[in-house]
Nanobody
Framework: QVQLVESGGGLVQPGGSLRLSCAAS????????MAWFRRAPGQQRELVAA???????NYADSVKGRFTISRDNAKNMVYLQMNSLKPEDTAVYYC?????????????WGQGTQVTVSS
């Protein structure tokens, strides 16, 4: 059974930085796209950033220039470097992996990590 575990969330002041990590464990045959989503209170879940197996990235307009997604294929990990954080970045952040395991190809989600930006 593949598990995804996020870490790195917390409380940070406006203008600060955080780095989120997501580690995938279990028997994984291949990981295709990796992504970070977030859900703010009272809001729908939204895509923050994504990275393909080839390294191509895309970002939500609201985080362009401030957030950077990266991946380590050898470690089955994806990261989100978040700089110049704003209060509106407050949300639960989830990693999402498009991968193939014993059950076939599908989307897997982590449990989420809370990011709070406040003074």
């Amino acid at each position: 059974q593949v598990q995804l575990v996020e870490s790195g969330g917390g409380l940070v002041q406006p203008g600060g930085s955080l780095r989120l990590s997501c580690a995938a464990s279990g028997t994984i045959f291949n990981i295709y796209a990796m992504a970070w989503f977030r859900r703010a209170p009272g809001q729908q879940r939204e895509l923050v950033a994504a990275i393909t197996s080839g390294g191509s990235t895309n970002y939500a307009d609201s985080v362009k220039g401030r957030f950077t997604i990266s991946r380590d294929n050898a470690k089955n990990m994806v990261y989100l470097q978040m700089n110049s954080l704003k209060p509106e970045d407050t949300a639960v952040y989830y990693c999402n992996l498009d991968l193939r395991d014993y059950y076939g190809r599908g989307s897997r989600w982590g449990q989420g990590t809370q990011v709070t930006v406040s003074s």
